[in-house]
């Protein structure tokens, strides 16, 4: 006979895996809706990981991520997990394809590249594991920020300091809102040479089973050789892959 799971256990990392990203901070009230519980349960968890130090308190009362956390996170590189975990499905999409392949991560309001394949027609695209880039102009990043929505985006957006790096670049909180829709309603996200001239980018997110996103995966090609029907050749086969890549994460809330 299997040995049972803690539902308590679960629970509490279901509360720390709804801060999205560094920084953000969430009243109980937030958190009971973001999770669907009760209030008075979870201000109960909030309170024992208050008291172990995975929790803090801001002056206003809101909850944040604690530096319990910070300490542990130091013992293990999430670039080389995700990395071992992604790269067998990034060098199949380039094989496929023949494009560059590409998995990001979220950090701090950037992308940073976890994994890289290049296939027989690639460009040279200078990235490499551990670059990062900012979230509002990548594909990557854009696919990040789709689940983003309310407060927890307005968060994100008074955090950045947008800059352009081509003519296409989105640069103000309006357009790339606007952008994040588009992006929802259509499933996958687009970089119109917004970082490089010539280059477009496709991408989806990569979710764990509790629905969080954890990652993103992308194709990047010269404009001329993603059109919109291959787009959606492309964004298919994404979809299927970051789900595989999605049922292998560990914490199933």
């Known amino acids: 006979m299997a040995t049972p799971v803690n539902a308590s256990v679960i629970k509490a990392f279901r509360i720390l895996g709804a801060f999205t990203f560094a920084g953000e901070k969430l009243t109980l009230s937030q958190l009971s809706q973001r999770l669907d519980i009760n209030i008075a349960t979870a201000h109960r968890f909030l309170t024992t990981l208050l008291s172990v130090g995975a929790i803090g308190r801001t002056p206003d009362g809101a909850f944040e991520l604690g530096l319990l956390l910070a300490d542990l996170g130091g013992r293990v590189s999430v670039t080389d997990a995700m990395h071992r975990l992604t790269q067998p499905h990034v060098e199949s999409l380039a094989l ?144 299927e892959h970051a789900a595989q890549i999605g049922a292998s994460l560990p914490g199933a809330f």
Not at 203 to 225: E, K, M, Q
Request: hydrophobic share 35%; glycine share 8%; charged share 25%.
């Open 96 to 239: 496929r394809f023949g494009e560059t392949i590409h998995v990001g991560i979220p950090d701090n309001g950037m992308v940073c590249y976890v994994a890289k394949g290049e296939g027989s027609r690639s460009l040279t695209i200078i990235t490499h594991i551990g670059k990062r880039l900012p979230a509002y102009c990548t594909g990557l990043g854009k696919a990040l920020l789709s689940r983003l929505e309310g407060e927890t985006l307005n968060q994100f957006l008074e955090r950045q300091d947008f800059r352009r790096f081509t003519q296409h670049t989105l640069i103000d909180a309006p357009s790339l809102i606007k952008e994040l829709s588009r992006t929802r309603k259509r499933g996958y996200a687009l970089d119109n040479e917004e970082v490089e001239t010539g280059l477009r980018c496709v991408a989806v997110p990569i979710s764990d089973h509790s629905g969080t996103v954890r990652a993103a995966i992308s194709l990047s090609a010269p404009i001329t050789r993603l059109n919109q029907a291959k787009i959606r050749e492309v964004a298919a086969a994404l979809r």
